[in-house]
């Protein structure tokens, strides 16, 4: 146990710094995510028949397995972080398009209307009430998209060490030194709590107006009626 | 296009086709990895689901279980499974289940509590009991929830059934591991789609099998 944070040279890293480049390698995706998210899932509420075929596209592309995903990369940007990021990210968007779609239609007709009568125009009412009401559900959607970002860097391994903590498990084989394997999935797990909890914090500092512990699931839900069936599976996993 | 290339190079080549690494026995075994861990995950989360939906109760616990199966990587637990136990099918399937429980429980749960309480209200006032509420009338009406809660979990599956390989364990990731290490990216983009492809079939037949099981009634209102 006193050789836990003793890391092997290989990994040109001390143990601060693989944490520092897994969170690189798991966040920037989901933030890259969130920044295509948000103007994609606007087209989709601002035009209607667009979401399906949305939805449709990101659950496809979800289905590409990260490991098949990786080595089909390698041929055009190498055995990289970027390798590693550009799938992270796409599987981001399949949580974020619906949480932020369905979080922008939960505000109610007459705030929006209320919002309309003071003068606001389109763009104004949608970062001053759309998104903000909306903030708990895109929140929800980060928090999903976040923890498995962190969780799936580790199979970055696999194509030439990549996978920043993940890199221990293969140092835990070939030094035969389990405690590395158990450092690399209790510092891997322990930083995706970390990040989860975070996100709540945001939440709550982001959203002051909502009573503490509400049941704001519920509320979203009946609000924005049934979604489409083929929105159901990214939206319960994430609005949960 | 190179990729494609690698693609046609792959399955165009009779070798591949049989014997103990053909793509038959491969993918036989990535099925029936697949099939094990998600009936185990369902046996495992679909009843919890289930009951705790129906009475409403430890949505913050099943979240937090959600969350806690999500932050355990798959990849570190199966390389730590191996190092406790050895090798052999636990280890493989330890991190398929702990991967495929989260989304069919939380799911399930949040299926069942969107189901219109009126109803609900409506068979209790007719004298139904609890267990019949449960499977006469929630079931039917959360049941393309609980599928989609399935089909993710299901695709998750598929795509990290892959990572089994990196442990001798065999399935299709047999080609992208051995493909990466020998330095062959023909075996390791044919193995790549082929596991594309089995994920897509995957929410093919899910998309099905809604079909068939869910009641028009339920799927028109949706």
Redesign the interface.
């Known amino acids: 146990m006193n050789r836990f944070f003793d890391l092997p040279s290989d990994l040109q890293h001390s143990w601060f710094g693989l944490i520092g480049l897994h969170l690189r390698e798991a966040l920037l995706p989901v933030l890259a995510g969130l920044l295509v998210s948000l103007p994609v899932a606007q087209l989709c509420v601002r035009f209607r028949w667009l979401y399906p075929p949305v939805l449709g596209l990101t ?2 592309l ?8 990786f ?2 990369l ?2 055009y940007t190498g055995q990289t972080e970027l390798t590693v990021m550009i799938p992270l990210a796409v599987y981001s968007l399949v949580v974020l398009v619906p949480a932020i779609v369905d979080g922008v239609r939960s505000a109610p007709q007459e705030t929006l209307a209320a919002a309309t009568a003071m003068g606001f125009g389109p763009v104004r009412r949608y970062f001053q009430v759309q998104l903000p009401i909306a903030v708990p559900a895109i929140v929800a959607g980060l ?2 998209a976040t ?2 970002s ?6 970055g ?3 030439g060490n990549q ?1 920043a ?2 890199n221990l ?1 293969n140092d ?2 070939i030094y035969h030194r ?1 405690e590395l ?2 450092n ?2 209790v510092t ?2 322990a930083l ?2 970390l990040a ?1 909890a975070a996100l709540v914090l945001v939440r709550l500092v982001l959203t002051p107006w909502m009573p503490r512990g509400t049941r704001r ?2 509320r979203a ?1 009946t609000a924005t009626a ?1 979604p ?2 083929a929105a ?3 939206l ?2 994430a ?2 | 296009m ?2 494609l290339n690698f693609v046609n190079a792959f399955f165009s080549d009779g070798a591949h086709w049989h014997g103990y690494d053909g793509i038959p026995t491969r993918l036989a075994e990535h099925i029936q990895y697949s099939l094990i861990a998600l009936a185990i995950a369902a046996a495992v989360a679909l009843p919890v689901g289930l009951v705790t939906g129906h009475y409403g109760r430890g949505g913050n616990a ?2 937090f279980i ?3 199966g ?8 199966l ?2 499974m191996v ?2 136990v050895g090798f052999g099918m636990v280890p493989v399937m330890v991190p398929l289940v702990v991967l495929a429980v989260p ?1 069919i429980l ?2 399930t749960y ?2 069942l ?2 189901v219109d309480p009126s109803p609900v209200d409506a068979a209790r006032g007719m004298g139904m009991h609890e267990s019949r509420i449960l499977f006469r009338v929630e079931l039917p009406v959360a049941l ?2 609980i599928l ?2 399935l ?2 979990a299901a ?1 998750q599956i ?3 059934a ?2 089994a390989a ?1 442990i001798g364990i065999g399935g299709l ?1 047999r080609y ?2 051995d ?2 290490y020998q330095r062959d ?1 023909e075996k ?2 044919g ?3 082929l ?2 492809v089995l ?2 079939a ?2 093919g037949l899910f998309w099905g099998a ?1 079909r068939v099981a869910v009641s028009p009634g339920v ?1 028109r ?2």
């Open positions: 659950t496809v979800y289905a590409i397995p990260s490991l098949a995903f080595v089909v390698i041929d928090r999903v923890v498995s962190i969780s799936l860097v580790s199979v391994m696999l194509i996978g903590l993940g498990l835990a084989n389990p394997a158990v690399s999935v891997t797990a995706a709590i989860d699931v519920r839900r049934r489409e069936p159901q599976p990214v319960e996993d609005v949960r | 190179n990729v099943l979240a959600a969350t806690a999500r932050a355990l990587p798959s990849f570190g637990l390389v730590l190092i406790l989304p939380v799911t949040e299926a509590r969107s393309p929830l989609s809660g089909r993710s695709i598929v795509s990290t892959t990572i990196y990731g992208i591991i493909g990466l990216y390791v983009v193995g790549a789609t596991v594309a994920a897509l995957t929410l809604a799927r209102g949706a």
